[in-house]
């Protein structure tokens, strides 16, 4: 019996419908669709692959898009279950950083004092395992490292102090990319606020707008698309002044790239296609500012030329043009991208892109290779899962037997 992702989403469609005292013609009319679509979304015999139904289908019935989604998704396969298990320490460290940041009292340290080497060298280490895509390797290096980081902010002072800050703000950037990933959105926006409670210390600007691009990830993955927007312009306003300077710092324009990404994202999934697009290319125009070997793995943005065509492809899905958010960046050189985790968000929405345009065959094979460089996060996008249950549904006998083994390790069949 499938049990795919949508099978579950139009269980979960129907359910919300129903409460929302909606019929099939009625949220049809919502969504610019027929009511046979909607009667098709609720048997399961369409997935939902794009972003923008699934949060307009939210806001309709006024549900929570994760919820609509099912996530998390506890597969069992490929360490999946091991990541899970990370995340009650997780909650509990980033709860108690979040009482010392605001100066409660009475908060004792519960770890031995470590040194800011020390400290750094392991935030490093779980940005390297973010940027290769290992959800679970993320997850096991947090719980301590978290928890190391409240030990000094509780007991150092001065430089030590603040160079603690800037660990926990980069560490909780880390946590809140995993978590989004694992699908625990509450979690992930606990662990934003914990970064800018630790940038808004430090009162450095550049901090702040990383942790504001941390914030727009963490709203996307709830579906608060106007708040993203509104919360990345913020932040380019604050970056406008050391932007606009005769030789502005690198990392400045690459914030303000990636901020711009966040943004075009934000507006695909609103379907206001001219507004994505035009953010798309000034993201572009930083990126050639700051040159082709240009990317930002220090913020986690991994900003340049490659990343800004990672995101025209999911706006060119999200937007019904697959075909220009695939060419909309040329000679982008994704395989150069020196982050897994951006090369194969860009091969899962060039996977949705290919598809969309008629080459089932092509999706198949490359969501495939995606899957065998990051399994876990292939399996665990939601995206991904959708696109496996529309080929399962419409059929691929030439990948067939690549296409089994998708649904097998997504656990897409019992």
């Known amino acids: 019996m499938q049990d795919g992702a949508d099978e579950h989403i139009g269980t979960r469609v129907r359910i919300a419908r129903n409460a929302a005292g909606m019929t099939q013609a009625e949220l049809a009319g919502f969504l610019g669709r027929t009511e046979s679509w909607v009667q098709n979304v609720e048997a399961g015999r369409f997935a939902l692959d794009r972003y923008s139904l699934i949060t307009a289908i939210a806001e309709v019935t006024d549900v929570d898009v994760v919820w609509l989604l099912g996530q998390p998704y506890r597969l069992r396969r490929a360490a999946g279950a091991m990541a899970h298990s990370y995340v009650p320490a997780v909650r509990a460290g980033l709860r108690r950083a979040g009482l010392i940041l605001s100066g409660h009292p009475g908060l004792l340290p519960q770890a031995q004092a470590s040194d800011t080497r020390s400290l750094a060298d392991r935030a490093a280490k779980a940005n390297m395992a973010r940027q290769a895509a290992d959800l679970p390797r993320v997850a096991a290096l947090l719980p301590p490292l978290v928890e190391d980081l409240n030990t000094e902010l509780l007991v150092a002072q001065g430089p030590a102090r603040e160079a603690a800050l800037r660990l926990l703000a980069d560490t909780a950037r880390t946590a809140r990319m995993c978590l989004n990933q694992l699908g625990y959105p509450d979690l992930a926006w606990v662990a934003a606020e914990v970064a800018a409670g630790a940038a808004t210390k430090l009162g450095d600007?550049?901090?702040?707008?990383?942790?504001?691009?941390?914030?727009?990830?963490?709203?996307?993955?709830?579906?608060?698309?106007?708040?993203?927007?509104?919360?990345?312009?913020?932040?380019?306003?604050?970056?406008?002044?050391?932007?606009?300077?005769?030789?502005?710092?690198?990392?400045?324009?690459?914030?303000?790239?990636?901020?711009?990404?966040?943004?075009?994202?934000?507006?695909?999934?609103?379907?206001?296609?001219?507004?994505?697009?035009?953010?798309?290319?000034?993201?572009?125009?930083?990126?050639?500012?700051?040159?082709?070997?240009?990317?930002?793995?220090?913020?986690?943005?991994?900003?340049?030329?490659?990343?800004?065509?990672?995101?025209?492809?999911?706006?060119?899905?999200?937007?019904?043009?697959?075909?220009?958010?695939?060419?909309?960046?040329?000679?982008?050189?994704?395989?150069?991208?020196?982050?897994?985790?951006?090369?194969?968000?860009?091969?899962?929405?060039?996977?949705?892109?290919?598809?969309?345009?008629?080459?089932?065959?092509?999706?198949?094979?490359?969501?495939?290779?995606?899957?065998?460089?990051?399994?876990?996060?292939?399996?665990?996008?939601?995206?991904?899962?959708?696109?496996?249950?529309?080929?399962?549904?419409?059929?691929?006998?030439?990948?067939?037997?690549?296409?089994?083994?998708?649904?097998?390790?997504?656990?897409?069949?019992?």
């Not at 990830?217 to 932007?243: I, K, N, W």
């Not at 496996?388 to 069949?413: D, F, I, N, Y």
């Open 205 to 414: 600007p550049v901090v702040k707008a990383a942790v504001a691009w941390d914030r727009c990830g963490a709203l996307l993955h709830q579906a608060s698309l106007p708040e993203a927007v509104v919360v990345a312009d913020a932040a380019l306003r604050d970056l406008e002044p050391l932007a606009s300077a005769g030789e502005p710092a690198g990392e400045v324009l690459s914030l303000r790239g990636a901020l711009m990404l966040r943004a075009a994202v934000a507006e695909a999934r609103q379907y206001r296609a001219d507004a994505a697009w035009g953010r798309i290319d000034e993201a572009l125009t930083d990126a050639d500012r700051l040159g082709p070997e240009w990317h930002d793995i220090k913020r986690q943005t991994v900003f340049g030329r490659g990343t800004v065509a990672v995101h025209a492809a999911e706006v060119g899905v999200e937007v019904q043009a697959p075909d220009r958010g695939l060419n909309r960046v040329p000679d982008a050189r994704i395989g150069q991208i020196p982050s897994r985790e951006r090369r194969v968000h860009y091969a899962i929405d060039q996977a949705r892109a290919l598809r969309a345009m008629g080459r089932a065959p092509a999706a198949v094979t490359t969501l495939r290779a995606a899957a065998q460089e990051a399994p876990y996060y292939v399996y665990a996008d939601p995206m991904a899962r959708a696109l496996v249950s529309e080929l399962v549904r419409q059929g691929v006998p030439s990948q067939a037997s690549a296409l089994s083994s998708l649904v097998k390790h997504m656990e897409l069949v019992r």
